[in-house]
């Protein structure tokens, strides 16, 4: 530690000698007392620079009779150092390190006071940061949604951030387009009918969510790549059930039971037969990213989230997967997170979209308005619409009764255009 030296206090009209170093060692005090830096009167009464003058009087006496009987060697007498009269302000011992020294030697001023002047804001700068942070124009910081999840292995929240980059990445190559060009005998009316079924029977067999976004993923891709009639319709529906089970459920229903639940209009035989063609047809590629595999990661994102918005954005997905023109249009990370965008709006949760979630959706606000405004008008539509699956799904006190709340205002009403169902 380096520290400034200390100039002793002048008595009035006095002056000093310089003193030996050893006779200044004895007057100072142990190094833990920073008292141990002011200069100690020698003798009370007396000013200090006597004492310097009688110790040098007396070493020089010594030095004389040491010298008797060898050759006579000249000795300099020192002179007497006088010291001008000047004012000296009063200072403040600062104790700092080499390199603080250094820096302030460098580049700052310390004043006679000892007091220096921080570098802070001025009160304008403070006054227009807590302006802008009251309006919401400074960004929040990302908050790390899967703090709670480190400790749990089965959340492999390590390869999380690789995960949702692959699906986003492979997304595309499942997205279907515009296939009714190539279907003679059906139309998006059937195709809206047969995924309102499939949402009854989805529900009463009491299945996962991923097996329903599944579903209709294999409906769709099927129907995108082979011509079916009106009449088959159904039966791939139900296979395409039935393949989804096996790939996300546990206890998957049986065959029989899809019978007995298209009421004995398909025999077993006839399931099984297009449940391979299916099956050929797709590749047997199952693994792919569907909607719900990005809900499932939005919803976190979302905070706050609670039941009730859980519940919003499940409701608003489903009729989004009703909705073909949405379905062919929209890829399903979109969708995904123009449910929760919408969700948001509609339940009032400010701000509507936060830095968290677009940094976990790679999408911006605007980009999410125009398929966020065709939900929220599937939700207008959706008491009045004779396809009532999502509707009484969600309308239920085991679903937060959803349904039932009022269409986002904030999102201007967009008509449903030709293709809604």
């Not at 009106?230 to 395409?240: A, N, T």
Request: hydrophobic share 40%; net charge neutral; glycine share 4%.
């Amino acid at each position: 530690m380096a520290s400034r030296p200390i100039v002793p206090l002048q008595q009035p009209g006095g002056e000093g000698k310089l003193k030996n170093m050893p006779v200044e060692g004895r007057n100072r005090r142990v190094l833990q007392d920073i008292g141990n830096l002011v200069a100690k009167r020698a003798v009370e009464g007396k000013p200090h620079h006597a004492q310097i003058s009688q110790n040098n009087a007396k070493e020089l006496a010594n030095a004389q009779a040491a010298g008797k009987g060898r050759a006579a060697t000249k000795v300099v007498v020192p002179k007497k150092i006088v010291i001008k009269k000047k004012p000296i302000p009063e200072e403040v011992i600062v104790i700092s390190s080499d390199e603080e020294d250094e820096g302030k030697n460098a580049g700052g001023r310390i004043s006679r006071e000892g007091s220096t002047r921080k570098n802070g804001k001025t009160f304008s700068s403070t006054l227009t940061a807590r302006s802008k942070a009251a309006c919401g124009l400074t960004k929040k910081p990302i908050e790390n949604i899967d703090v709670a999840d480190v400790d749990n292995e089965l959340a492999v929240v390590e390869y999380l951030d690789d995960m949702y980059s692959f699906y986003k990445h492979t997304e595309c190559a499942s997205v279907v387009h515009d296939y009714m060009v190539k279907q003679p005998d059906i139309n998006v009316k059937m195709r809206g009918i047969l995924v309102d079924w499939l949402i009854e029977v989805h529900r009463k067999f009491e299945l996962m969510p991923e097996t329903l976004y599944l579903t209709i993923n294999i409906v769709d891709r099927f129907l995108s790549e082979k011509a079916v009639s009106r009449r088959e319709l159904q039966l791939v529906g139900i296979s395409s059930m039935l393949i989804a089970s096996k790939y996300e459920e546990i206890w998957a229903p049986e065959v029989n039971d899809f019978v007995c639940i298209s009421d004995n209009a398909y025999v077993k035989e006839q399931i099984l037969v297009t449940e391979k063609a299916i099956l050929e047809k797709l590749g047997w590629l199952l693994t792919v990213p569907t909607p719900y595999v990005f809900l499932v990661r939005y919803i976190k994102a979302s905070i706050p989230s609670d039941q009730a918005m859980e519940n919003t954005v499940y409701f608003l997905a489903e009729l989004g997967l009703m909705h073909y023109p949405t379905i062919i249009s929209h890829c399903p990370s979109m969708i995904a997170a123009s449910a929760v965008y919408a969700a948001r709006c509609t339940l009032e949760t400010t701000p509507f979209w936060t830095e968290t979630l677009e940094h976990h959706t790679g999408y911006s606000e605007d980009q999410l308005k125009e398929c966020a405004e065709v939900l929220v008008s599937l939700h207008s539509a959706a008491e009045e619409s004779k396809l009532k699956a999502v509707y009484r799904k969600f309308s239920g006190s085991d679903r937060g009764t959803v349904a039932l709340l009022t269409p986002a205002k904030s999102l201007s009403s967009k008509p449903l255009n030709s293709f809604s169902s």
